[in-house]
């Protein structure tokens, strides 16, 4: 039960599993999967983060598939504490388990804080104000940084034309629904393939609508395998940039 190092402190605002544990409630995992999604209720982009493109490696790298295990290895071992030490009896049938506030704080005394969620898709824009627009939008799934060594789309800013602009870099979360409308974060849908390939439809998704200059792929078609009707809200509070925009197809 090793604590878990949360690099992402002091910029992430969006919390979901810290959020759910101070409901009094603890997810259980083998609820969150891709079958339990209602994608008619839609899903969600939550932008908060957004720094100058050239700050971008201040930034801790971005990787689903650790902040996924971290999430899940969290979780399990806090079940492990409600069952071991508090007799909990725990049914896969449910979505949660009910907790109060002493277990609460052995659990955070013996894990630490829950792990905060990793910002899966990032869009680089140019300009400011109303001439502010989105040239590339990408997803976060390496586990090295995509800007080390260079960023073909950074590369490509270099062109003369974009000579002046301010060039910012914003990242959200992603959360689906489910049919009781409750959140689901990305990181706690099994199997890890299964989020992946979530990422991978969303950001098809996005680059097809809003067809960014510095794209190349998805363009031409929309190579989601899910339904998206999803509301994107920007919470930076630098600009209003896709605040309330929902894409649909």
Known sequence: MKRIKKDMDKYSKI??????????????????????LNYEYGLFLGIDIVIPLHKVLDLPA????????????????????????????????????????????????QLGDPPVHCYP????????????????IGKTSSKNHRFAGGHLAALKLNDPKYDGLEKNIY?????????????VPLEWIRPYDHAKELLTSVEACLIYHFKPELNSEHIENNHSKIPVSLMIENWSGQSDILHSTQVAY
């Open 171 to 183: 990242f959200g979360c992603l959360n689906f629904l489910d049919s009781e409308k409750e959140s």
């Open 15 to 36: 919390k979901p599993l810290e959020y759910m544990m101070k409901r009094g409630k603890i997810p259980l995992l083998e609820y969150y999967k891709k079958s339990n």
């Open 121 to 136: 898709i990032y869009i680089i824009t140019t300009g400011k104000g109303k001439n502010e627009k989105v040239v590339y």
């Open 62 to 109: 971005q990787d689903l598939e650790n902040s996924w295990q971290n999430t899940q290895n969290y979780i399990n071992s806090a079940l492990e504490i409600l069952q071991e030490e508090y007799n909990e009896d725990i049914e896969d049938i449910n979505s949660t388990i009910d907790v109060d506030g002493e277990q609460i704080r052995e659990i955070k005394y």
